[in-house]
Structure formats: structure tokens, C-alpha cells
């Protein structure tokens, strides 16, 4: 049974994201809200918490699993980010994009797409996202929540928890977040390509 944390939006509570980052770091899944709507995650070199994430969304190899990072700074340890894009992703963090770029080699091999070698990356714009990934000191391991058969993602944490209550260790609710997926922009060949068009203003890279 997963465990419930009612987190205040604006100003979360130290003790609940204490304990959710333990639980990220004992092994756990988490689904936790964004600007962009509910995402699962897990720790970075959480290898059963990638299967569960798969299970859960029905993934293969070939997609794209995203490293959930804290900064740019952070985002850049992970990620190779030449001069041509440094400016557009920059530009465009903290917020609803997730940028698909060649890892490093502090990428665990598993989170990359089976061929390209590449991983998606973003900054969530989001307070309470924000403090866990600060109390983890990492990226975290995430990909949106979207449950196979259903048109839109769940935006209510009770309706997540009783949906996803004995596949995930916790729920993590702080009141309405994102209903829309982020845009996803794939910078790892010459030109940007837009893959799916989500919360984030296309515009600027057309």
C-alpha cells in the first residue's frame, strides 16, 4: 500500500520531503506532481524501480526515460549540451520541456534509448518537485504518468493513490499541478525536432 504525503504547495513540509526522499533512496517509486502534470520516479541507479516504471506504462526499450534535474547546472553533468542548443534549453528551463540529448557517461546505460544513446532531461518548474529534488542531491529517474488505455493523465493524487496503490510506494499530493505533458524536443541530431507538442511553447524552436 502506498503511503499518502499531503504536502503544502507553496511551502512544503521539511518532514514529508524527508521522507519521501528516504524512500526514493531505500528503492522506492514515487508518483509525485510537476508543472506538467504527475510523473513516477525513483532514484537514479534504481534498476527495479525502471521495471516498475515500464510494468506501470507498458514502455519498451525505445523510449525515451527522463532524468529529472534540479538545475542547469545539474542537467549538464548528465547531458551533452553543445553551443548550438545552450542557449534554447537554457532559455527554457525551469519549465514544461523535456529535451532529449546525448548522455554522459554518468548515465546509467539501461535509461538510455537502446540505439541513440540518448536520454531526456528537464527542470521541472514546480516548488514541491523542487524541494525533493534538492533534499536527493541527484536527478531523479521519472517519466509522465500516463496510464495505458486512458486519454488523459490523472491530475488528483487520492484518484492516483487508489489507482496505483500497490504498485508504487507513495503519493505525493500538494493540490491541482499541470494537466498537459511536456513538450518534447529532440536536439540530438543537427536540427531541433519537435516530438510531441505538450506544455511548453513550441514557437521558439520551429
Not at 504536502?7 to 512544503?12: Q, S
Not at 526499450?61 to 542547469?72: G, I, K
Not at 548528465?78 to 520541456?97: D, I, L, Q
Request: net charge negative; proline share 5%; hydrophobic share 40%.
Amino acid at each position: 500500500m502506498a503511503r499518502y504525503f499531503d504536502v503544502h504547495p507553496e511551502n512544503p513540509q521539511k518532514r514529508a520531503i524527508t521522507q519521501v526522499v528516504d524512500l526514493l533512496r531505500g528503492g522506492g517509486l514515487i508518483a509525485y506532481p510537476t508543472d506538467s502534470c504527475y510523473a513516477l520516479g525513483c532514484a537514479l541507479g534504481n534498476k527495479e524501480g525502471l521495471e516498475r516504471i515500464k510494468r506501470i506504462r507498458k514502455l519498451d526499450d525505445n523510449h525515451h526515460f527522463t532524468l529529472m534535474c534540479r538545475d542547469f547546472a545539474q542537467l549538464g553533468q548528465f547531458v551533452h549540451v553543445g553551443n548550438a542548443v545552450f542557449r534554447a534549453v537554457k532559455a527554457s528551463t525551469p519549465g514544461g520541456y523535456t529535451f532529449i540529448l546525448p548522455a554522459t557517461k554518468e548515465v546509467p546505460r539501461r535509461m538510455m534509448h537502446a540505439k541513440k544513446k540518448t536520454v531526456g532531461a528537464r527542470i521541472p518548474d514546480h516548488v514541491v518537485a523542487q524541494a525533493v529534488l534538492a533534499e536527493l542531491g541527484e536527478p531523479m529517474l521519472s517519466s509522465t504518468l500516463l496510464i495505458p488505455g486512458q486519454d488523459e493523465p490523472m491530475v488528483q493524487g487520492w484518484e492516483i493513490k487508489e489507482e496505483l496503490d500497490h504498485v508504487v510506494d507513495a503519493v505525493i499530493d500538494s493540490g491541482e499541478c499541470g494537466t498537459v505533458p511536456t513538450t518534447v524536443v529532440d536536439f540530438s541530431g543537427d536540427v531541433a525536432e519537435i516530438v510531441r507538442v505538450g506544455a511548453g511553447d513550441v514557437s521558439r524552436f520551429e
